[in-house]
């Protein structure tokens, strides 16, 4: 077992090693641009963009000509939000989102603000998802898209994404989806869960950094999105400039694997994932956020009351884990995601991010839980906050310093 | 981020951690922070006939360098007199931990929790308290 352990699988994949060898060959043999319509080089990258593409539609149920390239999900989102404003400014400027999308989303939805949209952001309950009722309610007449991610990244709940679009569509609103945590993890089929536009990427899929995918349906009905970024008319008209060859390739082949392999790789991960989860609530005042029903099957956000997260992950020095304190930084603010399931601020200080993969051994998941469960131990002897609360003192009732 | 090897040190083997009998007329106790800021500390001082401070005992609740400085605080506190205690810096404590500009209110928070552990002493003795200084964050 190599130190220290990976589990931060939301924040990026390691990329699989069949997926460089697929790769590599593109780099400097077959460097050709696929654009390139007069020669060998071009038709051989262009082949294998074509077989990329159809196994990045496969996988979420698409056909191969409503997958554009892109960045990362970071781009699509942008593509998807700025894309269809521009598009659909004549039908209406109305947008609903939610607060726990990922920032992609939501400062593209700021950016709109600016432009004439008005945006709805709509609360989620206690549990991470949003009330569906308050979705419909918040439709209009000028109301031309819902936004709603598929997985949340930090908690990894998992939207009511069939039911979400049809409520849009039964309005005449699109829909469209942050799927970049869900695909490759569990099925998603772009059809049977009625989506009109879908943000993904491969690097949270063991493939490549920097290559990603808009779905764009081209049917039932035909979506449109402005161009974002002009020149060539490369992905039909949509997103100009010349295909990441190697990593559109990688990307199809993470696919492929993903499509193959995802099944058996849920289960296996959901099992570890609960171990890993029902250990550590062995510990007093720890607690799981977000709905544990409607989650993806490799996340588990924790929070261990009367410990302070940045703390903990240095006691947690072995294990590559993300924190819901972003007091790294200057700013000192507690996850923005966390708050919004009404957590306080101190609870969502004190919570850790666990995120396995394709890559992580039961071996390590033991180890993971040994060392969590000392680095707790270690810090509430340090902490006043738990010798107050073992001497059942109410600490909301005392009178803090702001500072 | 990366933390100083003496930030290490004092987090992974913390000096004087615990709890004196804030009943006693002898000890000070300073509870600083705020849970929701992400750090709170509590820092205690026992105090001799002359003035010196002969234990002191903390409890933290935040990052390691909030823990760091208040480990170290209790450090220097021991076998100071009142009055070289409250002349402890927060820089003093940035400098000794080479804390980086985003932990400096880790240090102030110990300043201020040395301070507010004098008071309560001071207090408990029948003392004015000293004048708190114009906060500096």
New interface residues.
């Given amino acids: 077992m190599n130190l220290p352990i990976y589990l931060d699988n939301n924040a990026t994949t390691p990329m699989d090693p069949r997926v460089l060898d697929a790769m590599l060959p593109y780099f400097n043999q077959k460097f050709g641009n696929a654009a390139s319509r007069n020669h060998a080089f071009g038709w051989v990258a262009e082949e294998a963009v074509d077989y990329s593409r159809e196994q990045v539609a496969k996988l979420v149920g698409a056909n191969e000509k409503e997958i554009i390239f892109t960045s990362g999900a970071t781009e699509s989102d942008n593509l998807a939000l700025k894309g269809v404003f521009e598009m659909y400014k004549d039908k209406g400027n109305h947008i609903i989102t939610c607060v726990t999308e990922h920032k992609a989303v939501l400062d593209a939805c700021k950016h709109l603000e600016k432009l004439g949209a008005r945006v709805t952001y709509l609360p989620v309950k206690t549990d991470g998802l949003i009330d569906l009722q308050q979705l419909e309610d918040a439709i209009t007449d000028q109301t031309i898209l819902v936004a709603i991610m598929y997985g949340n990244n930090e908690i990894g709940v998992i939207q009511p994404v069939k039911e979400i679009s049809a409520i849009a569509h039964k309005h005449g609103a699109l829909f469209f989806t942050d799927a970049t945590q869900a695909v490759g993890k569990i099925p998603v089929n772009v059809i049977e869960d009625g989506i009109d536009l879908m943000a993904f990427s491969a690097h949270k899929m063991y493939g490549p950094k920097g290559v990603g995918a808009l779905y764009v349906r081209r049917k039932n009905p035909r979506v449109k999105v402005t161009a974002q970024m002009d020149g060539g008319g490369h992905e039909r008209g949509m997103r100009s400039g010349t295909l990441n060859v190697p990593g559109i390739v990688g990307f199809g082949k993470a696919c492929e694997l993903c499509r193959l392999e995802m099944a058996d790789e849920a289960k296996r991960l959901s099992a570890l994932r609960d171990k890993l989860q029902n250990s550590l609530l062995e510990l007093e005042e720890s607690y799981v956020n977000g709905n544990i029903e409607h989650r993806l099957p490799h996340v588990a956000n924790i929070s261990f009351k009367?410990?302070?997260?940045?703390?903990l992950m240095?006691?947690m020095k072995d294990l590559a884990v993300s924190s819901g304190?972003a007091?790294?930084?200057?700013s000192?603010e507690?996850s923005y995601v966390l708050k919004s399931l009404g957590l306080?601020?101190?609870l969502a200080?004190s919570s850790i991010r666990f995120g396995l993969g394709r890559f992580t051994t039961e071996e390590e998941i033991d180890y993971a839980i040994e060392q969590t469960k000392k680095a707790v131990n270690h810090?509430r002897?340090?902490?006043?906050?738990?010798?107050m609360f073992k001497e059942g003192i109410d600490?909301d009732k005392i009178e803090?310093?702001?500072? | 981020m990366a933390y100083s090897d003496k930030v290490i040190d004092h987090y992974t083997n913390p000096r004087n951690v615990g709890t004196l009998d804030k009943n006693k007329n002898n000890v000070g106790t300073g509870l600083v922070g705020a849970p929701e800021c992400g750090d709170v500390m509590r820092l205690q001082i026992e105090v001799d006939a002359n003035n010196t401070i002969t234990d002191a005992k903390f409890k933290t609740f935040g990052c390691g360098s909030a823990i760091a400085s208040s480990s170290l605080a209790t450090e220097w506190l021991k076998g100071k007199t009142i009055d070289e205690a409250v002349k402890i810096d927060n820089m003093d404590i940035v400098e000794e931990l080479a804390l980086p500009p985003v932990k400096i209110h880790c240090s102030v928070l110990a300043e201020d929790a040395i301070k507010a552990a004098i008071n309560d002493y001071r207090v408990k003795n029948g003392l004015e308290p000293l004048e708190a200084e114009k906060s500096h964050h």
């Fill in positions: 009367y410990v302070e997260g940045e703390g240095m006691a304190s007091c790294t930084s200057a000192l507690p306080s601020d101190d200080h810090l002897d340090l902490s006043p906050l738990w010798e600490l803090w310093a702001e500072h």
